[in-house]
């Protein structure tokens, strides 16, 4: 409880330096209240959060910990456990990678995956949310960060993977032009493209 109190009041205090800044830029600089706020200001903002998935000391949900640190699995084993129908294959999946790459070092693989959570969380809200520190504060204060990026980390790794495509789900997706080139009257192509910075494909036929 008293981290939970830590990082409300953490995110309550800088979400006020940021409303008292704003109303400054604003008021001497003509700063439009539509800009985005600064990386560095989101990422302090949700350190704490992230600080508290990678340790978990106060939480009491050590048993994501705990498991890590035994596992000792060969590709053979993840195999096995998978065609066994254990819960979770994705996640199950990933912590046997993370052993691999990162070792049984449960503090930095759970820091990691918290860390990737909070930026296509804060990427989303930075970019659509038209207050982000309300968006962090809402998420922060119904404990939603603790139901979700500790207890229902397997969960919320599935969702913040949707999220870190929310560009393309958000915008419209497809567009199909049919045309005939001048030169080439017998030509004609279709054209599928994806907006900004989405897959873009084109084929000619005849």
């Not at 330096?17 to 008021?27: F, H, T």
């Not at 970019?127 to 919320?156: C, E, H, P």
């Not at 497809?174 to 054209?191: A, G, H, L």
């Amino acid at each position: 409880m008293n981290q939970y109190i830590f990082i409300l009041t953490w995110v309550i205090i800088l979400g006020g330096v940021y409303k008292i800044k704003e109303q400054e830029d604003r008021k001497y600089y003509g700063v439009s209240l539509k800009s985005r706020p600064y990386v560095f200001y989101c990422i302090l903002l949700v350190l704490p959060i992230v600080l508290s998935a990678t340790f978990r000391t106060t939480f009491g949900d050590q048993g994501y910990k705990i498991t890590y640190r035994d596992i000792h699995w060969s590709f053979w084993d993840l195999i096995e456990i998978i065609k066994n129908g254990a819960k979770g294959p994705g996640y199950q999946t990933l912590i046997y990678l993370g052993t691999k790459i990162v070792g049984n070092n449960a503090e930095l693989f759970f820091g990691i995956v918290a860390a990737f959570q909070m930026y296509s969380l804060m990427k989303l809200y930075r970019k659509y949310s038209t207050d982000l520190w309300l968006a962090v504060f809402i998420f922060v204060a119904s404990t939603d960060y603790l139901s979700w990026m500790q207890n229902g980390i397997r969960q919320f790794i599935a969702v913040t993977w949707i999220l870190l495509f929310s560009d393309c789900i958000f915008k419209k997706k497809i567009y199909k032009n049919m045309y005939n080139d001048s030169d080439c009257s017998n030509d004609s192509y279709i054209s599928i493209s994806y907006d900004s910075n989405c897959i873009y494909n084109s084929r000619e036929s005849i």
